[in-house]
């Protein structure tokens, strides 16, 4: 699907962005006496991450053509170390819906609205926090202070960079 979009996107006809991977469905899965349902969570997020990481590998090894429509990632974004995860691979924004129907116990802040404190433990928790992954990466990658999150994505699109061209999926 990617791959396809891509190869579309020439001209006029370039989108603003690529929402990425919202819900799985299982045409054989039940849920409240529904056969076939759309879920997410951690399978959802372990599948696109694969996809996208793929999609990088055979860009990057010049087998299909480089992405280069933004995209904004969901699936399972339940921290800020998975948003960093598909900031590896490429997404520049991330949407994060079910981040906030955590129970308000899931959050380390306690005395403003569950709105503040989910934020607060997405950006500052030390060890799965934005702040802290991206840290982590400017180090590991050389990266300078003053990139935001788009330019940090394109590094990691960018076939130069090489940060994809080894990578080959895990066989079930």
Not at 92 to 101: A, G, R
């Given at each position: 699907m990617l791959r396809a979009?891509?190869?579309?996107?020439?001209?006029?006809?370039?989108?603003?962005?690529?929402?990425?991977?919202?819900?799985?469905?299982?045409?054989?899965?039940?849920?409240?006496?529904?056969?076939?349902?759309?879920?997410?969570?951690?399978?959802?997020s372990a599948r696109n991450l694969a996809v996208l990481a793929r999609l990088r590998s055979l860009e990057q090894s010049g087998r299909i053509p480089v992405c280069r429509i933004p995209i904004s990632a969901t699936g399972n974004i339940e921290s800020g170390r998975?948003?960093?995860?598909?900031?590896?691979?490429?997404?520049?924004?991330?949407?994060?819906?079910?981040?906030?129907?955590?129970?308000?116990s899931e959050y380390r802040m306690k005395r403003t609205g569950k709105t503040a404190c989910a934020l607060h433990e997405l950006y500052f928790n030390p060890e799965r926090g934005l702040i802290a992954c991206l840290l982590h990466l400017r180090r590991a990658l050389d990266w300078p202070t003053e990139w935001n999150i788009k330019r940090m994505a394109d590094y990691c699109v960018d076939p130069a960079n090489?940060?994809?061209?080894?990578?080959?999926?895990?066989?079930?």
């Open positions: 979009v891509n190869e579309q996107c020439v001209g006029d006809n370039v989108p603003d962005f690529l929402v990425y991977a919202n819900r799985l469905f299982d045409p054989n899965r039940e849920f409240d006496g529904e056969r076939g349902v759309a879920y997410g969570g951690p399978d959802l998975m948003a960093a995860e598909y900031l590896l691979r490429g997404a520049c924004s991330f949407q994060l819906h079910t981040y906030f129907q955590l129970p308000s090489r940060l994809w061209l080894d990578y080959e999926p895990a066989l079930p």
